[in-house]
C-alpha cells in the first residue's frame, strides 16, 4: 500500500469512529466543539476564561490535546470542572480514537458541553474528524492576516472563527479587515468573532455564541 | 504495511535524499540554514531583515516553503537575491525530495547561504532532515514560555533557538527566563537569540552567528 492509499485507509477509519462519537454525543445531548489554533493562540487561555464563567452546577468537561505536559490539564482543572489531558507523545493532531478512549469512563449524559483543545498545529488536526459538532479556529492578531489564505483548510473547515488577543492591535501590523477578507475568500459567510481574554472585550459575544449553540443542539437530543 | 512501518520508510527514503544533499551542499560549500517556528513567529520578517541587511554581491539563496500562496517568497524576491516558494498544496511540511526538485536548476556553486524557511508548523518539520547544515527554531514572545516543553522535539533538534517579537515584551504575559529555562531542560546548551525585527535589537547577534557558521563550514569547502 503507498503513502497516499493508508492516509485514505486512515482517515477513512478515524471517520468510522468519529461517525460513532457524533452518534453518542447526540444520543446523550452533548455539544461537543473541537478548538483548533497554532501553538500559543490561546485556546487554553479563552478556555480559563470560559470555564471561569460557568456556574459550578454546569455540566461541562475538557479534553486536553499536547505533545508532551500536562501544563493545559492542570490550568484548566482549578475550576473544579472535569478535565483530562491527551498526550500524544509525538503526535501532531488528536484523532477520533484517542477521544473515544479519554471518554471511556466519563458517563456522556452527564455532560452538556465538551472542549477539545487540540494540538497547537494549524494544518494536521483539520484531517481528523472528532464527532465534534464544530470546529472553531482561533487565528491571534500576532500571527498575521495571511494566515487564512496559507492554511485554508481549517478556516473552511470551520463554523466560527475567533480572533484573539486583540488587545495587542495597537502593537502588532495585523489588518483585522484585511484578515477578516481573507477568512471568507476560504470560507464565506463564516463567523468571525474578535476577542481578547485579558481585557474581556468580545468574550460576551462568545459565551452568547456558545449558549446559542447548546440550544441548537436540542432538536438531536433524545433524553 | 502498517502505518509505524511506512512512516518509517518515509522518514528513510528521506535520509537518504538529505545525506545527498548534505553531501552536495558541502562539496559547494554552500552553507543551508532550515527555518522552522509556528505559523505567525516571524520566519519571513526575519528574512527580510536578514537579506536587506546584505550586500547585491552576496550569494544568497531562499526557498520558502508554505501550504498555499507565494506570498512569502514575493515578500523576499524585492531584495534582488533568488528565492523560490514551495507550495506544498496540503502537506504540513517540507522534505528532502521537494528541496531536490527546486535545486535542480540552481548552480549550487553560486549560492554561499542557502535559507529555507519551513511550513508554519511546529511539529512536523522537526521529523525531515532536508540536508541542512543546523536547524534554526523560532519562537515568538506571543506564544507562552512553556512551548519548549510542550514542542520537545524541535528545540532538542535546533542549533540556535530564536525569540522573536521582544518588542511586544511589556504588552505580553511572557516570562523570558522561564522560556530560556525551559528551552535549556530539553536542549542544554543550545545558543538563544533573543530578537526584534521592528526595533532591531538583537539583530546584529543574529547577523554575526550567521558569519561565525559561514567561517566554520570553510573547512568542508572543496572549492
Redesign the interface.
Known sequence: ?N?VA?EKK?LSENDRIATTLRDRFAEHGTLCLNLIS???SGKTTLLERTLQSFSPDRHVAVLAG????E?DANRLKRFGFPVKQITTG?T?HLDARMIERHLADWPLDQIDLLFIEN??????PASYDLGEAAKIVLL?V???E??P?????VFFKSELVIIT?T??LP??PFDQQAAEENIRRVHPGVEILPLSCSTGAGVDRWLHWLEKQAVKTEPLVSK
Open positions: 500500500m503513502h493508508l486512515i497554532s501553538p500559543g499536547d505533545i508532551q505536559t501544563n509525538g501532531c494540538v497547537g498545529n494549524l494544518v494536521c491571534s500576532t500571527e498575521g495571511d494566515k489564505l496559507k492554511y485554508p483548510s488577543k488587545d495587542l502593537y502588532v
